[in-house]
């Protein structure tokens, strides 16, 4: 009975593997990235400002919900949470999208680099939807995040040269010890960055 439990806990954290195995389709709903091609910066930027989670229409509904929860069991474990929702984008999610972006475009000799406004270009990454995922030890579910990702001139933001997509890209640890929310959701920005870079990798000359 036991070796059949620890088979299942096995099996169910294989299951929540983000594997490149799982093609990551990414959608280019319009324009043209060539414009990229033979640049060696581009700035990058991101946006938070409009997401919805799991079932919540909104960010603030969320945050105002599983905060109050946590603050109810515990006084200021809520507040806790909260803080360190918001400082995982520049701790956890940023670093990780660029570093797989980067490492993907390294013989493109391309690197996307934030406070670059002398670049002719701004990659500008919007977080559009998050499922946060759950790890309860016996089962777990993945992360998963939706982006839209624009291509628009640093000098003039409002001249979009291409608008990109990626959907449900699933964000876990191997071996299922992503316990932390911040883990899981950092991993989806690190697939992200990787799935972007692999497309832009052969659309560039």
Same mark, same amino acid.
């Given at each position: 009975?036991?070796?059949?439990? #620890?088979?299942?806990?096995?099996?169910?954290?294989?299951?929540? =593997?983000?594997?490149?195995?799982?093609?990551?389709? /990414?959608?280019? !709903?319009?324009?043209?990235?060539?414009?990229? %091609?033979?640049?060696?910066?581009?700035?990058?930027? #991101?946006?938070? %400002?409009?997401?919805? =989670?799991?079932?919540?229409?909104?960010?603030?509904? #969320?945050?105002?919900?599983?905060?109050?929860?946590?603050? %109810?069991? +515990?006084?200021?474990?809520?507040?806790?949470?909260?803080?360190?929702?918001?400082?995982?984008?520049?701790? !956890?999610?940023? $670093?990780?999208? +660029? +570093?797989?972006?980067?490492?993907?475009?390294?013989?493109?000799?391309?690197?996307?680099?934030?406070?670059? $406004?002398?670049?002719?270009?701004?990659?500008? /990454?919007?977080?559009?939807?998050?499922? $946060?995922?759950?790890?309860?030890? /016996?089962?777990?579910?993945?992360? #998963?995040?939706?982006?839209? =990702?624009?291509?628009?001139?640093?000098?003039?933001?409002?001249?979009?040269?291409?608008?990109?997509?990626? !959907?449900?890209? $699933?964000?876990?640890?191997?071996?299922?010890?992503?316990?932390?929310?911040?883990? !899981?959701?950092? +991993?989806?920005?690190?697939?992200?960055?990787? %799935?972007?870079?692999?497309?832009?990798?052969?659309?560039?000359?």
């Amino acid at each position: 009975m036991k070796n059949f439990i #620890y088979a299942s806990m096995l099996t169910v954290a294989a299951l929540g =593997v983000n594997d490149d195995s799982f093609a990551q389709r /990414v959608d280019l !709903r319009s324009g043209d990235v060539s414009a990229l %091609s033979g640049q060696k910066t581009v700035n990058i930027e #991101y946006d938070y %400002s409009s997401f919805g =989670v799991g079932k919540f229409a909104t960010e603030q509904e #969320y945050l105002d919900k599983k905060s109050a929860e946590y603050n %109810s069991k +515990e006084a200021g474990k809520g507040d806790t949470w909260k803080k360190a929702w918001v400082e995982d984008r520049k701790a !956890r999610f940023e $670093p990780k999208f +660029e +570093e797989l972006f980067n490492k993907g475009l390294g013989d493109k000799g391309l690197q996307a680099i934030q406070g670059r $406004p002398d670049a002719a270009y701004t990659l500008i /990454v919007r977080t559009k939807f998050i499922e $946060p995922g759950f790890n309860v030890g /016996v089962m777990r579910k993945n992360a #998963y995040v939706d982006y839209e =990702v624009d291509l628009v001139e640093s000098t003039n933001k409002s001249a979009k040269v291409a608008e990109i997509a990626m !959907r449900n890209v $699933p964000g876990g640890q191997f071996g299922g010890f992503d316990f932390d929310t911040g883990v !899981r959701i950092a +991993e989806s920005y690190a697939k992200a960055g990787k %799935s972007l870079a692999a497309f832009l990798d052969k659309k560039l000359k």
